[in-house]
């Protein structure tokens, strides 16, 4: 999803960045997050909360604090000062998830919701691969399930599911230009609906390989995409699932030497369709960034033949 550059005072929110929590609330006019919205190992985070600790401890002795940085409070309690209908939960106002309010006065350690967010945190850095198996130059990674919409599934720690975009299906769409990942908290079925992306103005959605809710999604790639092709089955992971049908779901998807054979079809079936708009075509490799160098090929018939959308 697009976003539009925002103006606080006389500085403008660029476009693909997000405001810290701390001006969110309204206590400072202007930060940037540098930290994905992890607050609890964010250096500038840690200042603010002392200097507001602070100054409540000085109020608490009858005095007032003095300096530059006597009005700072805690964004927790200048989110208390607003209206009951504006006190937004602080994963909605950052954007980690749909709108809902706080139900329980900012106090964020009594709160479930924000455990389960603040658990995500734990699954931004996956298992990295090393070594990855080539069938026709694509990678094909072991112990991975693949959707027939190329994408690609893998179970980790406490059953929960990691999600991306396979090998074969970033070298025919390329670079991506912009990601929209689904928010975490929010359901996603097997194949239907799961993502979408852009380049050069088009748009392709994405099937989801397992119904489930989504625990984490990688925020980092929604601001560097160029990674997603680049590392599709590492630092280019989409999302995790907490999967609500795992046993019935991962029937329907393909594994070990059926992947490998589905995935020599889809190359030939490729390589096919390069040939009839009059492109000559050396086998022995995949064909890169299809959808730049083969314009003939339309957007809308590959996204049809091989994300099935």
Request: net charge negative.
């Amino acid at each position: 999803m697009e976003k539009k550059s925002e103006m606080s005072g006389f500085k403008a929110v660029p476009n693909g960045e997000e405001k810290c929590i701390w001006m969110e609330a309204g206590v400072i006019d202007y930060k940037l997050c540098n930290y994905y919205y992890n607050c609890n190992a964010c250096p500038f985070d840690k200042a603010m909360k002392q200097t507001a600790d602070k100054n409540v401890a000085t109020r608490l002795q009858g005095l007032e604090p003095k300096g530059k940085k006597a009005n700072i409070i805690s964004w927790q309690e200048k989110m208390k000062k607003r209206p009951g209908l504006q006190r937004e939960c602080r994963h909605s106002l950052t954007g980690r998830t749909s709108f809902r309010l706080c139900p329980y006065e900012y106090e964020c350690s009594t709160c479930a919701f924000d455990q389960m967010l603040e658990d995500s945190w734990q699954m931004q850095i996956p298992a990295r691969l090393t070594n990855i198996p080539q069938v026709d130059g694509y990678g094909l990674p072991e112990g991975h399930f693949f959707h027939m919409g190329h994408a690609w599934a893998r179970i980790e720690h406490g059953g929960r599911i990691r999600i991306g975009l396979d090998d074969f299906a970033l070298r025919i769409f390329g670079p991506m230009d912009s990601l929209d990942l689904p928010l975490t908290g929010e359901e996603v079925k097997f194949s239907e609906i799961g993502l979408a992306f852009k380049r050069a103005g088009k748009e392709a959605q994405a099937l989801s390989p397992l119904s489930g809710i989504i625990a984490a999604v990688n925020y980092q790639v929604t601001k560097n995409p160029t990674v997603v092709k680049e590392q599709p089955y590492n630092d280019g992971w989409l999302m995790v699932l907490d999967p609500t049908e795992m046993k019935k779901d991962l029937k329907n998807l393909l594994y070990g030497q059926e992947s490998t054979e589905w995935l020599q079809a889809e190359h030939q079936k490729l390589v096919e369709m390069v040939s009839a708009v009059g492109l000559t075509y050396a086998d022995g490799g995949p064909i890169d960034d299809v959808v730049g160098r083969v314009p003939d090929l339309s957007w809308e018939k590959l996204t049809q033949e091989f994300l099935r959308t």
